[in-house]
Structures are given as C-alpha cells and as structure tokens.
C-alpha cells in the first residue's frame, strides 16, 4: 500500500511531524512518498491513502496548503484522507486553547471543502533560534503571555510524539480497512 504525504512548513518542525508519520508507517512496511507542498504530486493515483498537514500562523493555515486541498478535494475524498495541524495552542492543553486549534481546522475544511477520514491536531515547537530578531521577540511575549518559555537561547519542542504515532497508524488502519471494500485512486 502507498501513502502520499503533503505538508507545508514555515520554520521546519512540520517537516518534522511528517518524516515521523512517514517513518512509523514505514516501519509498518508501507510504502510512503513525502512531498513538500511546493512538490506535490498534481495526480493521487496509485495511493491508497493521502496525508495532507500545515501549521498554524496568525490563526490560518498556508494558502499554499489550502489551494492544493481545494484543488484535489474530489480526489482526496475517494480514498482515505487524513489532515493533521500543527499549532502552539494545540500544545496549551486547556479548553480555550484546544477550541482555537480545532476552529482552525473547522476553518480549513470549510475553506477547502474536503473532509477528510480523519484529523489529527500536534503541538508546534517555539523555534526561537530560528527566528528572525523580530518575530522571536513577537513569540516570546505571547509565550511569556501564555506562561510558557521564554528564554530564546534554546527551541522548545512541544509536540507530543505518541499522539502522532497513533495518528499514523490510524491512517494505516483506515486505508486497509477501506482497501478491502474499494481500491486505491484510479
């Protein structure tokens, strides 16, 4: 079985989160193409299965991210699909926080109009080493806002790495169990 995974990223760390998707599923013995969206295949056929993930940035996911779902909707509904994102509130853990990152990706299927099979929400990492001089202080007033780490000498990986495990292998799952009733995209 293939899989197809797309993401966007600004700062690295959903590239990240994906190159672990894909090595959980290959670990799986699943065959696993990732493509940057920049480099996304124009054509889905032959996978079983596509991923598609971005980060949050001032409340949106990229357009970049957001034209491809909208483009290739039809296509990512006739087999099983999954959308993950990444954001820092995601990582907070409260209710406020958790209904901020579920919104954006309410906001996303609206905009796009696919639904995907599933969902997966990660936290982000406050990257502040990678930060320009400007945004790094930006992030570290709404972190220090929020309570979190300010000390911008170091980055702060606040994903929770079992959470996308099992997000990985509940993709699998569904393609194979989807698999049985349907193929692949032709």
Known sequence: MKIAIIYHTAEGHTTEIARHIAER?????????????????????????????????????DRSLVSYAKQHAGDLSTSTSAFFSVSLSAAEGDDVNRAQADRCIHDFIEETGWHPDLTGVFGGALLYTRYGFIKRKLMQAISRRRGGPTDTTQDYDMTDWEAVEHFADDVVRLAEHQGESQPAWD
């Open 25 to 61: 599923q290959r670990g799986a013995g699943y065959q696993v193409d990732v493509y940057r969206i920049e480099d996304a295949p124009d054509c889905l056929l032959g996978y079983a299965a596509a991923i598609l993930g971005g980060s949050v940035h001032m409340g949106r996911h």
